[in-house]
């Protein structure tokens, strides 16, 4: 069993920035992808980055640019840096983590984007 918590969300104001962070329950050194997903009021779940264990990124086309996914295998933990957020960008954000073939998820934690 894989356990993910998020922390690091907040209000925020527009053009403002925040910094997530995922802690994994166990070394994430051989996990083959994390990400990071939103779901805003009403609307699916949608993917925001992911980071392959070799560091290879991708991101949400909508995103590049403003939003960068990295991780740091010596703390067990997934970041997300946003910045320049928008109020769309208003949502509750999950980790995620793939090991081999069972998806793990983290509880959210809301971003909320007004001024």
């Known amino acids: 069993q894989v356990q993910l918590v998020e922390s690091g969300g907040g209000l925020v104001q527009p053009g403002g920035s925040l910094r997530l962070s995922c802690v994994v329950s166990?070394?994430?050194?051989?996990?083959?992808?994390m990400g990071w997903y939103r779901q805003a009021p009403g609307k699916q779940r949608e993917l925001v980055a992911i980071i392959i264990s070799g560091g290879s990124t991708n991101y949400a086309a909508s995103l590049k640019g403003r939003f960068t996914i990295s991780r740091d295998n010596t703390k067990n933990t997934v970041y997300l840096q946003m910045n320049s957020l928008k109020p769309e960008d208003t949502a509750v954000y999950y980790c995620n983590a793939k090991v081999v073939t069972t998806v793990y998820w983290g509880q959210g934690t809301q971003v909320t984007v007004s001024s």
């Open positions: 166990r070394s994430i050194f051989s996990i083959d992808v």
